[in-house]
């Protein structure tokens, strides 16, 4: 590898550690003060309609976003970050996630890999 190359990847591993680290700070201090942490598979959530649930790689153009099945329009950022919302609140629903002092955390890392595991079958 070149000198550049190696920089990169040493950067690369930096940031992704660093992110590891704040992760994993934030999860102890939700646990710490009773409070929810719930990571959200972010998989495919900028080509998802937010209004109707439709997948296409095509919804989104770079920042515009424009469902190919129901019409809804919006930024493709904003559209993206509803969808996130919307699988995290029905992840809330469908657990325990919210019991202060439960290990609500561990419950609902194993739903969302039941959940992940289901949508990859589809």
């Known amino acids: ?10 950067l690369t591993e930096i940031i992704n550690s660093a992110w590891s680290t704040f992760i994993k700070m ?11 942490f719930l990571k ?3 998989r495919r959530s900028s080509q998802t309609c ?9 919804n989104r ?3 515009s976003f424009c469902c ?5 329009t919006d930024d493709a950022d904003i559209n993206a970050a ?3 919302l919307q699988r995290g609140l029905a992840i809330l629903k469908s657990s325990t996630v919210g019991l202060a002092g439960s290990d609500a955390c561990e419950e609902n890392k194993a739903n969302l890999q039941k959940k992940e595991l289901k949508s990859a079958m589809c």
Request: proline content about 5%; aromatic content about 10%; overall charge positive.
């Open 26 to 36: 934030l999860e102890y201090k939700c646990r710490q003060y009773g409070q929810i």
């Open 50 to 58: 937010s209004a109707c649930g439709f997948v296409h790689p095509e």
């Open 68 to 72: 190919l099945h129901c019409g809804y």
């Open 82 to 84: 509803k969808v996130i």
């Open 40 to 42: 959200v598979d972010p």
């Open 61 to 63: 153009k770079g920042k």
């Open 1 to 10: 590898m070149e000198n550049g190359q190696k920089q990169k990847l040493s």
